[in-house]
């Protein structure tokens, strides 16, 4: 009973959740030594230190679309219990890191590489200004060699 009114458990979470009383418990069992390239996070579990997840002011990670609740935010009940996890491999952060494809051609197909986990087949023309021409669909950079 909460000011005078009995809530359900899910509401009364929320309720503390909103009023600042909940607090955050610790990453749940790990022990030993932390592994190599890792540090603790805000929420006391391992993480790498160069992962590419950026932190928002309140110390919570921030997902790939820029998603961050506010400290009073009562969406935050889903993660009273255990830690909010993120996936630290952004895709635009991978396809970055790709180096750009020489070939000797002026016109280069890619289908995305797989077959089935691929995409459908794209032309790119690399006799453009551009200098380097990248895919549409996954974002692989080619271009072309001269031969001077």
């Not at 009114?5 to 418990?25: D, H, I, M, Y």
């Not at 996070?41 to 820029?66: D, I, L, M, Q």
């Not at 009562?74 to 630290?88: A, G, H, L, M, S």
């Not at 491999?89 to 986990?117: M, N, Y």
């Amino acid at each position: 009973m909460v000011l005078g009114v009995t809530f359900s458990p899910l509401r009364s979470v929320k309720l503390r959740l909103l009023l600042g009383g909940v607090s955050r418990r610790s990453g749940g069992g790990f022990t030993g030594p932390l592994p190599r390239g890792c540090q603790w996070s805000y929420f006391g579990a391992p993480v790498r230190k160069n992962s590419c997840a950026p932190v928002s002011e309140s110390g919570e990670k921030v997902t790939h679309t820029g998603q961050v609740f506010g400290r009073d935010d009562y969406r935050k009940v889903r993660f009273v219990t255990r830690q909010k996890e993120i996936n630290e491999q952004f895709a635009i952060s991978l396809i970055a890191e790709q180096p750009v494809t020489e070939v000797s051609s002026r016109v280069i197909s890619c289908d995305g590489g797989g077959g089935a986990l691929g995409h459908p087949k794209v032309y790119i023309n690399l006799d453009k200004d551009t200098k380097t021409g990248t895919c549409g669909y996954c974002g692989l950079q080619f271009k072309q060699k001269h031969h001077h």
